[in-house]
């Protein structure tokens, strides 16, 4: 272990223990025999998902897209391979066996046979795939696709001012990472479907609640012929497909229990073949049959289409804790066998690979990222705190097995319950990440501001990184930009370009910097840059907006949501009555820029020890012979210490962002709100920037969220969150997600001390209401360790972005992004 006399953390406890064969990974047997058998194996590329949703399209040309789509599912529902892993007490897996991903060629099938070739051997999140699988990917899937993918019709479609700062227009296959779209990385946003509906009325009530709204159609509106006729039966036909599946599924457990030489196995695969013959068709009767219908719910949504961060699973601990308390009352179950069927599906949830094909894709999910997101706590639709014996059972299962999956959520708000902010507090003390908490306290009265009933707003769930869905509300599903405004101070200093970019004009003429007398004329000219990168992030996102019903269908997901069934609109619709559109855009690289702003403000301007021509100099030497005046900016106002200089400049670039979005997001019709969750897009995107006024050397990575810079937040984590609260603009409704990475070191958090500390902190963030907060809980010394000897930390989590992944999974790049991150102690 590289920590050899500091306090460890639990995890990095248990790290140190199995280096010396004292004790295996996790004491939970039937999870970990199955995590084991598939732990640090590189992921496999599994095409049947793609060959059948090909097959099936070729043969539905000229058809309603929702009704092609799911005669799609329902071919793929009759012949995919069906498998129920060994050991396993949950049927349904979108692939092979072991660690897996599918690819979607509806999306960016115009990279597949590059993709084929290239997976293998790149940096972010290698693949293995069968050579007979690329030549079939090359002589049958991607032919069909080229010049029909999403991808190639938005490249095609943006305006040559867009195009510049989206691609490079010699080749679009490219990315510029200055404003960066992401709706051709993923079909839809994140999502959360209605499970709660699946659990009580089953596939059998859908099916039948469509039917008799055809039925009801008249044959003579036109609207109703060809609009509401193709949306309810493509209803009908996935409500049969999922059904299909399941008894597939049936089938070969009964096959599996025939041959089966061991009794308590032989009763296993029964138990499944009768719970998989029952649902998710009907409505769930037990725990082990409510489980089970989630999870095909859950594993068919991922051969509908690729969603960006996958589908969450709601608030778990609410709509199942019926059926668990009934179980229980019955004598049907106890915990320990409630905790081994959830495991069951974190382990299944584990083995799915989130693939990104794009080159850009994978370079903003690193290490296989992708966020099931379990909900637990938060409040009930009237407003009550909703914990419950299950809500601790989610952090119990979390402390004694923790892998990476799922990626639990802890709402939390001024009345939640001591025992449940102790319990949330060990368990972060734990050190691999979990849970991420959601601050209910700013999150219902957005919600609210933005239209919803305080019914709809108190049961919302976390969904993906850091953001949020009401279920059968939410109708947005449209995947936004990404906006480097370290870029915009880039090309303020440069006049409009880019030093990668060499003398190419990218966006506007802001002037010679040397010619800007004082800190307003600069200031104004990076907020015409700011304000100009987000123009062309809007003008990106309306053209996202009109193509991607016509590329896109989700028969599924709409079959889930009320809005889509009372007005017989699909999902990806640009418009659905009776839903609220809430979309946002990424600021990238927050405090990188506020604590460059207020260096040149405070040695330029108000002080006047260099001229911004020096700086200039400086910069592009990227402060190779210039350390003393890297060190004169290193001590510069920075952003995360709660300093009125940089926190003024950083509610300032907020400030504007807001005020645009405020105006113009009416054009859009969504509303477009101001959001700083990075995944881990702030590795690429200071790829193409420059050196910068903090200090930053050229090509690092940038602040992640609303994190402040690596290394700058030296005066303890509750001075970042006052940052953090002094730079909101709390007039405008048009906020969104922050997310806010703090690491502390785990000597500072020992014991029942150290416990009340987080539970302070947790307090002082829930009470400055700041909308996200996690924590990494771990020693320097340990991540430094892991990166010279990987094989003897495979099972060693951190916290990256909304997500926790596996320390070795991580490029370099961005392993040395969480080691430079601050280590606080209070």
Known sequence: MGVSNAVLSPQEQRVKEELAGKISAYDRQRPSEIFNSFKGAQPKIDIERARFFTESFKTTEGQPLILRWAKALKHIAENITVYIDDKQLLAGRAGCPGRYGVIYPELDGCFLEKMAEELPKRIESPFYIAAEDIAYIKQEIAPYWQGKTFYENLAKSLPEDVLRVTYDPANVSKSRFIVNETATMRSALQWVHDFEKVLTKGFKGIKQEAEEQLAALDPFDPNDALEKKPFLEAVILVAEAIVIWARRHARLAAELAATENDEIRKRELLAIAGICEWVPENPARTFYEAVQAQWFTQMFSRLEQKTGATISNGRMDQYLYSFYRTDLTAGRIDRERAKELLECMWVGMAQYIDLYVSPAGACFNEAYAHWEAV?????????????????????????????????????????SPERYLYEIAETIKDGSGFPKLINDEEVIPLLVAKGASFKEANTYAVSGCTEVRMPNRDTYTSPCAYVNIAAALELVLYNGRMKIYQDELLTLETGNPGDFATWE?????????????????????????????????????????????????????????????????????????????????????????????ELITVLADD??????????????????????????????????????????????????????????????????????????????????????????????????????????????????????????????????????????????????????????????????????????????????????????????DLQNDVIARTEHSF
């Not at 017989?568 to 855009?585: A, Q, T, V, W």
């Not at 604590?595 to 911004?612: H, R």
């Not at 502390?744 to 500390?757: M, R, Y």
Request: charged share 20%; glycine share 6%.
């Open 375 to 415: 909900t637990i706590g938060g409040q009930d639709e009237n407003g009550q705190d909703a914990t419950n014996e299950l809500t601790y059972l989610f952090l119990e299962s979390k402390r004694e097995f923790p892998i990476n999956y799922p990626d639990l959520a802890a709402r939390v708000h001024a009345r």
């Open 521 to 613: 004329e600069f200031w104004q000219a990076y907020l015409t840059q700011q304000t100009n990168l987000l123009k062309q992030a809007f003008k990106q996102q309306v053209i996202a907006n009109r193509l991607r019903e016509k590329h896109f269908a989700a028969p599924l997901g709409s079959a889930l949501h009320e809005q889509c069934l009372k007005t017989c609109k699909d999902l990806h619709s640009e418009r659905i009555d009776g839903g609220i559109d809430l979309g946002y855009f990424d600021i990238i690289g927050y405090a990188t820029v506020v604590d460059s702003l207020a260096a040149i403000k405070k040695y330029v301007y108000d002080e006047q020890q260099i001229t911004i021509d």
């Open 623 to 812: 402060f190779q012979g210039h350390e003393d005046i890297r060190q004169l900016l290193l001590n510069a106002p920075r952003f995360g210490n709660n300093d009125p200089a940089a926190d003024a400049i950083a509610q300032n670039i907020d400030l504007e962002a807001l005020r645009f979005t405020h105006k113009y997001s009416k054009a859009i019709g969504v509303s477009l709100d101001v959001r700083y969750v990075p995944v881990t897009s702030h590795v690429p995107f200071g790829k193409v920037v420059g050196a910068t006024a903090n200090g930053r050397k050229a090509g690092s990575a940038l602040s992640d969220g609303s994190s402040a810079s690596h290394g700058a937040d030296v005066n303890g984590p509750t001075a970042v969150l006052m940052s953090n609260a002094n730079s909101k603009n709390l007039g405008f409704q048009e906020r969104a997600s922050r997310l806010l990475n703090i690491k502390i070191s785990p000597s500072c958090v020992q014991g029942e001390a150290g416990t009340q500390k987080i539970i302070s902190l947790i307090r002082s963030w829930c009470d400055l209401k700041l909308w996200h907060l996690q924590f990494n809980i771990i020693n320097k010394e340990t991540l430094l360790a892991a990166q010279q000897e990987p094989d003897k930390y495979r099972n060693l989590l951190v916290r990256v972005a909304g997500y926790s992944a596996y320390f070795i999974d991580l490029s370099p």
